[in-house]
């Protein structure tokens, strides 16, 4: 039986470690797309105050894409490959998401230019947005 994404922990999917990693579990993932969960909880770093920082938001998006790259590349003899957060455009904030307050993370490649991907990326309190935006993700190892 293959493993689900929730079934991997994001540890093996990041290169990051704790206090860095943004993401709690990845939820969905084929090859251009990935959800992932978050609860931010006070010991978390990007917080301030009871509030969740919006440069951690985009930074769950961030993450969220290289899971989803991380959980595809190990489907694939030799895929893999280090993704570097290059940019972000027409990033907006509805509101500041809370902390113990569930978020979800949809990340959407909506263009591959060579190493580089535009990723559409939103977070969700429940069925609310409060970020959306696109970043670009070079990936020094395209294989995914």
């Known amino acids: 039986m293959a493993l689900?994404?929730?079934?991997?922990?994001?540890?093996?999917?990041?290169?990051h470690r704790w206090p860095a990693i943004m993401i709690d579990a990845l939820l969905e993932a084929c090859p251009e797309r990935g959800v992932a969960a978050k609860t931010f909880r006070r010991q978390d770093y990007g917080l301030d105050g009871d509030a969740v920082c919006?440069?951690?938001?985009?930074?769950?998006?961030?993450q969220t894409t290289a899971a989803f790259f991380g959980y595809n590349c190990r489907s694939k003899p030799g895929g893999s490959g280090l993704g570097f957060l290059a940019g972000l455009s027409s990033f907006s904030f509805s509101r500041r998401a809370r902390v113990n307050e569930p978020l979800v993370i949809e990340a959407q490649v909506i263009r591959a230019l060579g190493p580089m991907f535009i990723v559409k990326g939103r977070v969700l309190a429940g069925q609310e947005s409060v970020a959306e935006g696109e970043i670009k993700i070079y990936l020094q190892n395209e294989k995914v």
């Open 4 to 15: 689900k994404p929730e079934d991997i922990p994001v540890q093996e999917l990041l290169p």
């Open 54 to 62: 919006e440069s951690a938001l985009v930074e769950c998006v961030a």
